[in-house]
């Protein structure tokens, strides 16, 4: 809430010093307001651990067309876009308040001027989405969703529960169809595959059926001196049972995964749901399916939502991105749909597919323009159930040119962020030495 304060306090001193009388310094302020906003929204989502959740730009979700700038700037560049056509509307409404409801015949460049940009946009990300190729020849990706919900989840008197859903949902997708890959969602396995008898079974008893699987699971390093360190992890095992490749989380969520600053306050412990805190992952790891040739990543949970995760996944050689998630942390909210949003956003950021598996949520494939391809679902539509889907997914071609965002990050709003502090921080100086005076 504190960075909306701060984009009000600018919008405030901007118009005490110039006010609202003058169409061209409107449409400056039109500019200052998207570039502040823009500024802050990145500042909220990286500083502290960041809380990325929800970004403004994310309202266009279902406009693959307004989207496409993120693969300029990012979301922060989308919504800008947003703040900037709200403040031509706004400064449009004001004027006609000031005039007491008297249009007249005096022109509005303000909302023109917006209007003009979202109408360039728009016409830019059609011809940008006609441009961008679907991708190279599909995989055939199984998406398991167990829907274990969260209370259960960890209840050992549930473990056999949850192998027995695990060996069904995967058998039956087995017998559907030929798939490329089986996906299970975030620590879909009740402890760690790694040394546990029972859950390494159960892996080899699926994967020897001839699908590679990914596994979502907990690890555990064990130093020469002292205590173990614990990662939530994801494992890529082959058709004989060997496991390849395995991703540690790196973005830890606080509270849920981590005790910040244990030892100075200890009390913290009581008051969260987890018994030992995660290490985080040192790096991505770029993942090779086996026979196809296909270089994906994994992004774990929450790191959907973080864009430079995503980026440096891809720049490292990922054409295809995968989120494992458990959203039954959400459940019944709506919380678990706007989750699905965040990777549609990383999805454009980088141009490359993403696809999702969640214990229960939304299990999609989205493609490299933003579009949800294939999603899991009932007859009724609804999204939380048990079951397995089926689909196609075209990863980006090994040779693609990366997106600007990809290549560049955060430069544009991070540049425009800048500035509009600037501007804000001489006001406030001249504010000041106006009252002092």
Partial sequence: AQYIALFVVGAALWWRRWGVDRWWRNVLFMLFAAAWWAGLELARSTWFTGFPWNPLGATQYRNAALLQPAAWGGVSLVSALVVWVNAGVALTVIQYMERRGHWGRHPHPEIIAAFLVVSLVFAWGVKRLRATPPGELPIRAALIQTDIPQDEKWDEDNINTIYQRLRELTL?????????????????????????????????????????????????????????????????????????????????????????????????????????????????????????????SVLICFEDTVAHLARESVRNGARMLVNQTNDAWFDPSAASRQHMVQSILRAVENGVPLVRVANTGVSCVIDRRGAVQARLEDEQGHTRVKGFKLAEVRPAPPDMPLTFFTRHGDVIPVAAGLAALALVLVLAWREHRAAAG
């Fill in 172 to 296: 039956g997708a087995l017998r559907a169809g030929r798939s490329d890959l089986i996906i299970w969602p975030e620590t879909a396995l009740p402890d760690d595959v790694a040394t546990s008898e029972p859950s390494y079974n159960l892996v080899y008893e699926l994967v020897t059926n001839g699908t590679p699987i990914l596994v979502g699971s907990m690890d555990t390093h064990w130093p020469e001196s002292g205590r173990p360190k614990f990662f939530n992890s994801s494992f890529l095992f082959d058709v004989n049972g060997e496991p390849l490749q395995v991703y540690d989380k790196r973005h830890l969520v606080p509270f849920g995964e981590y005790i910040p600053l244990p030892h100075l306050m200890p009390f913290l412990q009581a008051l969260t749901p987890i018994q030992e805190s995660f290490s985080a992952g040192a790096t991505s790891t770029v993942f090779t399916l086996p026979g196809r040739e296909v270089s994906f």
